[in-house]
Nanobody, 127 residues
Framework: QVQLVESGGGLVQAGGSLRLSCAVS????????MGWFRQAPGKEREFVAA????????VYTDSVKGRFTISRDNAKNTVYLQMNSLRPEDTAVYYC????????????????????WGQGTQVTVSS
């Protein structure tokens, strides 16, 4: 079973930046599509960004386009989420997710398409 461990969350002022990391166990990381989701208090978990197994295709939710960048390093079994120009509405618990043996041309965007999840890391943006 794949294990995912997020890090890099914290408290930042509006306009600031954070980089989240997600370390993934196992030898088949390069066959996983990877995604980031977030969940604010009282709200459902929502899609943020995803990348295909090769990193050749990425997709973002509209509210983070131009501010967030997802990337992966298959040699390090790690996926990243660089978050710039943070806003208070970005405050949430951020979760890393893995879609194993996913070789599609498009990165998955829904919760049901992922079968491995991290424990989450809190991101708080103050105004």
């Amino acid at each position: 079973q794949v294990q995912l461990v997020e890090s890099g969350g914290g408290l930042v002022q509006a306009g600031g930046s954070l980089r989240l990391s997600c370390a993934v166990s196992g030898r088949t990381f390069s066959s996983y599509a990877m995604g980031w989701f977030r969940q604010a208090p009282g709200k459902e978990r929502e899609f943020v960004a995803a990348t295909t197994w090769s990193g050749g295709n990425t997709v973002y939710t509209d509210s983070v386009k131009g501010r967030f960048t997802i990337s992966r390093d298959n040699a390090k079994n790690t996926v990243y989420l660089q978050m710039n120009s943070l806003r208070p509405e970005d405050t949430a618990v951020y979760y890393c997710a893995a879609a194993r043996f996913s070789f599609g041309l498009l990165a998955p965007r829904t919760v049901d398409e992922y079968d491995g999840w991290g424990q989450g890391t809190q991101v708080t943006v103050s105004s």
